[in-house]
């Protein structure tokens, strides 16, 4: 028998390359044309999908894979799921997951690829037992990295593991592109030699050596590759399908797919990424063997150019690179992989921006050094842990287990918002809570397409929070701020900023979202007290006093976007 192929044209691609801005309506015409392909599955759900569908595309993700299911009616719907992080950045209660995998089964999904950041079985043990529940295929996932505390026989010890868990498959998860020739074919025999279902190589072409390891893996005994269309592979995508089902033909290793049909495929892709070539960067199409030192993955550095231009810091992409394996190193050598891909990127960019490391920390950074994401692979950087959350203790259990029920809170709080449609909206709105209550209002509108001169910083899609506007009044403009209460716009002054950086100012370190406002005029603070939360990159920033004193004037308000170096407020220090 030969390889069998998973395609991520529709997801893992996307995500690689573009940020996972493919709309569905260009994924629809070519669903059926795929389905005849022969594939062992399509990858087209889960990851960041969910997530830039109601961010930035203005489309119900569940629809998405609906309307896919009605096209593709004989290759298995694959999705890759975040262990107890679902499809988000944080982990959701057990409650939470059994529904979401509930109602993945139902609009579609055959077979869950399920993953922990950390590889902590822990995270991973509910996930794998409900959807098996379904009688779903269930792909247990070890994310391949590189450090002092990682082997081939830890590595082929977890798979063992995944496999006594009840899982159909097993998946080695090279996010970044690091896996060499020989690396490949040592941990495929190893992991073959302990276990007797199908062993999956996902990797990426970011160190241009994926192609090669495919071959090694093969001629190791691997079952199942995975691969995209030429147009949306390389780069920082998975290596073309086109080319790995050409190079294994003939031999013992053939795919027994179409090259004829995977041809015109290809062909609709080619013609499909010129509307997207604006989102196509260098830094993501082209290898680069930096890749094995700074270990970002494919997904990761196209948000990470995103990210950067947001901030109008595109420049200091290298420094910020420099930076991850540093970072990474602190936090215990946690694989790149979301979220922790997320956490370890992103305070790399706040100690790039910031001119000093861990000056400004996420909030879910802190949550990671006290043990809210899982077990790491090595020990923290004591001195980093101790700047950032002093001598708090960690927790010792599966982080799962400290969280209470959630779902029925977020159906009540969503039937009072007058945001529930179908049952599957419960579900979005408990994943991203800020983001889905404009959503499932139906204010937000799908991001346009920028052309190459407005690749500058982008406002990011706001909450449900107070906004501003420009109004024309009998042909008068007037700036307001409306603010949505219960469906009813209310007008609220907005403070007035000053225009010159006066003594005692807080200025905010990025460009973001104010979530919250802590403090107003009159309070004492103390040094290092939490003043407000901005949402950058996906994240929670804490602004945090930096030194005593009392808050004399404050110059935001929540929902307001705000650039590096806006004013937020006036400190006077204490004597």
Known sequence: ????????????????????????RDMLPIAAELDKAGFFSLEVWGGATFDACIRFLNEDPWERLRSLRQKIKNTPLQMLLRGQNLVGYRHYADDVLRE?????????????????????????????????????????????????????????????????????????????????????????????????????????CSSGMAPLSYHAAALAGVDIVDTAFSAFGWGTSQ??????????????????????????????????????????????????????????????????VSQLREQNALDRFSEVLAEVPRVRADLGYPPLVTPTSQLVGIQAVLNVL???????????????????????????????????????????????????????????????????H?????????????????????????????????????????????????VDVDGEMFNVKVSSVMGKAIEVEKPAKPKELPPGAVVAPMQGMVLAVKVKPGDV??????????????MQNQIVAPHAGVVKEIFTFQGEVVNAGDILLVMEASD
């Not at 070890?142 to 009840?166: N, Q, W």
């Not at 603070?525 to 901005?534: A, G, P």
């Open 239 to 304: 290596p073309p399908t086109e080319s790995i089902v050409a190079a294994f033909k003939g031999t013992p290793y053939d795919t027994g797919l179409d090259l004829e049909l995977l041809y015109e495929i290809g062909e609709y892709f080619a013609a499909l990424c010129g509307k997207y070539r604006v989102l196509f960067t260098a830094e993501t199409t082209r290898p680069s063997v930096n890749v094995l030192l700074h270990q970002v993955p494919g997904g990761m550095l196209s948000n990470l």
């Open 1 to 24: 028998m030969g390889i069998l192929i998973t395609d991520t044209t529709l997801r893992d691609a996307h995500q690689s390359l573009i940020a996972t801005r493919m709309r569905t």
């Open 100 to 204: 979401f995998i509930r109602l993945s089964v139902k609009n579609g999904i055959e077979v869950f690829r399920v993953f922990d950041a950390l590889n902590d079985i822990r995270n991973l043990e509910l996930a794998i037992k409900v959807a098996k529940g379904y009688k779903a295929h269930v792909q247990g996932t070890i994310c391949y990295t590189t450090s002092p505390v990682h082997t081939t026989e830890k590595f082929a010890g977890m798979a063992r593991d995944l496999e006594s868990l009840g899982c159909d498959s097993v998946c080695v998860k090279d996010m970044a592109g690091l896996i060499s020739p020989v690396v490949a074919s040592e941990l495929i025999k190893a992991i073959k030699g302990r276990v007797t279902i199908p062993v999956n190589l996902h990797s990426h």
């Open 354 to 420: 910031a001119g000093e490391r861990y000056k400004q920390v996420t909030q879910e950074v802190k949550e990671y050094l006290l043990g809210k994401y899982g077990r790491p692979p090595a020990e923290f950087n004591m001195e980093v842990r101790k700047q950032v959350i002093g001598d708090e203790p960690a927790i010792d259990v599966r982080p799962a287990d400290l969280i209470k029920p959630e779902l029925e809170k977020f159906q009540n709080e969503g039937r009072k918002l007058g945001i529930i």
């Open 525 to 538: 603070v103390r040094e290092r007290d939490t003043l407000m939360t901005i949402e950058a990159m996906k």
């Open 422 to 470: 179908q049952e599957e909206d419960v579900v979005t709105y408990a994943l991203y809570p800020q983001v889905a209550v404009k959503f499932l209002r139906g204010e937000l509108k799908e991001e346009a397409m920028p052309s190459q001169a407005e690749l500058a910083p982008k406002t990011p899609a706001a909450p449900d929070l107070p906004m501003e506007f420009s």
